[in-house]
C-alpha cells in the first residue's frame, strides 16, 4: 500500500454529554502534518456517524485503520446516532460482523469510548491490532492519546510502540490515572513490532518533497531546472504520475506550440499520457492532452495523431470543474481561443 489511509468515525448525539471531537480530529492532524512521514498517511473523517454509514464507508474507502470517537457503555456497547439524532448502541457481536464482513485492508481498530475494551476483545481475532479502553476515559486524556498514537506511526513506529507513545503522553500532560486505560490487543499470530506505513514511505516523502522544489521551480518560469528534478523521481515511485503531469507541464510553459518540434511533440505527449494512466484523477493531464490536439493542428495545420475525445472531454470539466490548483496551472499554457472554446474553458 502506498498510503495507510485512517478512518476517523465520530458520533456524539446531542443527549449524551458533548466530547471534544473536534478538538481530537485537529490533533490527529497536526501531529500527522508534523511527522516525519506524513505524505504516508491519508485522514478521513466521517461525522454524527449511524449504524448504515459503517458499511457505506468501508465499502467507499477500505481504510487500513478504523477509528471510532464517541460514548460507550459499560457493557460495550459503542454509541452511534439513530436517523432522528438520538443514541444508537452497536454491540461487539455486530461490530465483530462487521468487520468479518468488510474487513479489506483493515489492520488497526482504535476504540476511543470508554468501556470500549469489551468491543476490542470481540474483535482481537479478526483484527490484528485493536485497542480498546478498559474504563471511562477523560475526554483531554482521549485527545492525547490518539494524537500521540498517529504521530508515531507517522514517524514509522511499529504499532507497540505508538502505543507506548500514547500512554507516555498521558503521564507527560499529567494524567497518571489514565496510564492503563487504553489497552492494545494483538492477534495470535500478529506481531506488535510491525511498522504499518508502507515500507517505502521515506522514500516517498523524499520524492514529495523533490516535487515541491518543481513546483517552486515552474513558478519561477526554471522550466529546466524542474524537468532536472522531476526526471529523479521513478517511475515505480507512487508520486511518478504527479512527475510526469509536472514534466509535461514545464514543456508546454517552455516551448508555445507554434515553435515546438515534432521531438518535443512527442516528449510531451509521452509525458501526458503516463500522467493520465498513473494519476487518481488525471483531468488536468486529459485537458493539456486535448490542448496539445486542438493546437498543435491549429499551428502546424495536421493532427497530432492522439486520438483524444474532445467532447468527453470537455464534459468531464462541465460534470467535474477543475480545482483551484489545477487552474492555476491551466492559466499558464498558452493556448488559442479555439481550445478554451471546444473545451468549455471559463478561465
Excluded at 459503517?54 to 477509528?67: A, D, E, T, V
Excluded at 448502541?89 to 485492508?105: E, H, Q, Y
Excluded at 514545464?250 to 509525458?271: D, H, I, N, Y
Aim: charged content about 25%; aromatic content about 6%; overall charge negative.
Amino acid at each position: 500500500m502506498n498510503k495507510l489511509k485512517i478512518l476517523f468515525l465520530a458520533a456524539n448525539p446531542a443527549v449524551t454529554p458533548q466530547l471534544k471531537l473536534d478538538e481530537e480530529i485537529r490533533a490527529i492532524t497536526e501531529k500527522i502534518r508534523s511527522s516525519e512521514h506524513r505524505d504516508a498517511l491519508e485522514l478521513i473523517s466521517a461525522w454524527a456517524v449511524r449504524p448504515d454509514d459503517l458499511i457505506q464507508l468501508l465499502n467507499m474507502h477500505k481504510p487500513h485503520i478504523l477509528h471510532f470517537s464517541g460514548h460507550g457503555s459499560e457493557t460495550g456497547e459503542i454509541y452511534l446516532m439513530d436517523n432522528s439524532g438520538q443514541p444508537k448502541s452497536v454491540s461487539p457481536r455486530a461490530m465483530k460482523a462487521l468487520l468479518t464482513t468488510l474487513k479489506d485492508n483493515i489492520r488497526l481498530v482504535l476504540l476511543n469510548a470508554c468501556y470500549s475494551q469489551v468491543q476490542a476483545d470481540s474483535l482481537k481475532e479478526t483484527v490484528d491490532f485493536v485497542v480498546g479502553m478498559r474504563a471511562s476515559f477523560d475526554d483531554s486524556a482521549a485527545v492525547i492519546f490518539s494524537a500521540s498514537f498517529y504521530r508515531a506511526l507517522g514517524f514509522a513506529r511499529t504499532v507497540q510502540e505508538a502505543y507506548d507513545q500514547g500512554v507516555t503522553a498521558l503521564l507527560l500532560e499529567g494524567y497518571p490515572e489514565e496510564e492503563n486505560t487504553p489497552d492494545l490487543l494483538v492477534r495470535s499470530g500478529a506481531d506488535g513490532k510491525t511498522v504499518l506505513i508502507s515500507e517505502k514511505a521515506g522514500e516517498s516523502g523524499q520524492y514529495a518533497s523533490l516535487l515541491q522544489q518543481a513546483e517552486v521551480m515552474l513558478a519561477q518560469n526554471d522550466y529546466d531546472g524542474a524537468l532536472a528534478v522531476l526526471k529523479t523521481v521513478p517511475d515505480a515511485s507512487p508520486l511518478a504520475g504527479k512527475a510526469n503531469l509536472y514534466s509535461g507541464l514545464a514543456l508546454m510553459f517552455s516551448a508555445p506550440f507554434g515553435r515546438m518540434s515534432p521531438g518535443e511533440r512527442t516528449e510531451l505527449e509521452k509525458f501526458l499520457r503516463a500522467a493520465q494512466k498513473k494519476l487518481e484523477d488525471p483531468l488536468l493531464a486529459l485537458v493539456c492532452l486535448a490542448v496539445l490536439e486542438i493546437d498543435y493542428y491549429h499551428y502546424h495545420g495536421r493532427s497530432s495523431g492522439s486520438n483524444i475525445n474532445l467532447a468527453e472531454i470537455a464534459e468531464r470539466i462541465h460534470a467535474k470543474p477543475l480545482s483551484g490548483e489545477d487552474t492555476v496551472w491551466i492559466k499558464r499554457i498558452s493556448m488559442s481561443s479555439l481550445a478554451r472554446q471546444k473545451l468549455g474553458l471559463q478561465i
